[in-house]
């Protein structure tokens, strides 16, 4: 009887010559920190025009770039990092050399869309109003503080929910950090609406929320006449929102700003489902706790992730600036 011939298939030698390629290929880029390799390989990897190396910033989401340029981008450089942040949901840029002087901090950030001004004037820096400063650092002329801090930022939301034009991107520089604390929460909230039964999904599916900029701030006393009038506006947004680039829901209600759902018609119900949603967001285990250094930038999409300020003993100066990228 003739005998079957023997195929690579049958002895498995397809699967071997595709381990030593793989094997081959995190070899070869490895050695790409020692060798140089010619630019044109470099786009293949990560979408750059110059070197740049992703890592993981937890399991489930989050990554790390290491030698981005910040000053020298090409329109493609800005794409492939805005694809890196949709897909990642928050990057971290560490190892910067110098602080990036508010000039260039603004000037980066407007490649990216339209920057928001932010409604509290007292936040803003003088000579680039779209840059917030988050501080407790207190002005005892105006007995406050210099930039955003307190309840302001130590409740989970995402920036500027209560606006009709909120913000996608968000991007933190850490100027001064403080000896103790001062650390940033943030939340995967598509982790976290995957996470919620059935019948949570179904009861809320399609419902929307009133979001207001005053829930949390109405308590302060720090804003003008005109600001406050300028932020009792509210807006109307969805409590799951689509992400309309990489097609995933997540848990846009947040305890900062949402203050009912408004298909729901008995109020003590919707303050029970609110409750939910926030005491879910708050346990959440899709989490990672940003410890700052000086000069370290969070980049961040406000549709895939929450955040908080975990606050710092108040003698301790914290100093971070902050862009703010607008939906449209
Ligand atoms: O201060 C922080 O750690 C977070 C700042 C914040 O909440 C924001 O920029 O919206």
Redesign the pocket.
């Known amino acids: 009887m003739a005998q079957k011939q023997k195929t690579p298939w049958d002895s498995h030698i397809f699967i071997k010559i595709l381990s030593i390629l793989v094997l081959a290929s995190a070899f070869i880029w490895e050695l790409s920190d020692i060798v140089h390799f010619p630019s044109i390989f470099w786009p293949i990897a990560t979408g750059f025009s110059s070197r740049v190396h992703i890592n993981k910033l937890t399991d489930g989401f989050g990554a790390t770039l290491v030698g981005l340029d910040f000053i020298n981008m090409t329109d493609d450089d800005i794409k492939a990092l805005e694809k890196i942040i949709w897909t990642h949901k928050l990057v971290l840029v560490r190892g910067n050399k110098m602080s990036l002087p508010p000039v260039e901090l603004h000037h980066f950030s407007r490649r990216f869309g339209t920057l928001a001004i932010h409604v509290e004037g007292a936040s803003r820096l003088q000579d680039f109003p779209e840059i ?1 400063r ?1 501080s407790n650092i207190r002005d005892n002329t105006k007995n406050t503080t210099i930039g ?2 307190g309840k ?3 409740s989970f ?1 995402a ?1 500027l929910s209560w606006s009709e034009n909120p913000a996608t991107l ?1 991007i ?1 520089q850490s100027v001064k950090k403080p000896a103790h604390g ?3 929460i943030f939340i995967d909230t598509q982790a976290a609406y995957e996470d919620l039964p059935q019948f949570v999904k179904d009861a809320l599916d399609g419902s929307t929320g009133k979001y207001c900029y005053l829930k949390l701030m109405k308590e302060i006393a720090k804003l003008s006449a005109s600001e406050i009038a300028a932020a009792e506006k509210c807006a109307i947004h969805p409590i799951f929102r689509l992400h309309p680039i990489i097609n995933k829901v997540g848990i846009y209600a947040n305890p900062s700003d949402t203050t009912v759902i408004n298909e729901v018609k008995d109020r003590s119900d919707s303050d029970y489902w609110l409750r939910y949603l926030f005491d879910h967001v708050e346990n959440s285990p899709h989490r990672y706790v ?1 410890r ?1 250094q000086n000069n370290d930038l969070l980049f961040w999409d406000n549709r895939a992730v929450q ?4 606050g710092c003993p108040p003698d301790e100066p ?1 100093l ?1 600036y ?1 862009t ?1 990228v607008l939906e449209k």
């Open positions: 917030t988050i955003l801090s302001h930022v130590e939301h920036d968000s933190l001062g650390d940033t940003h700052w955040h908080k300020a975990t914290r971070l902050r703010l």
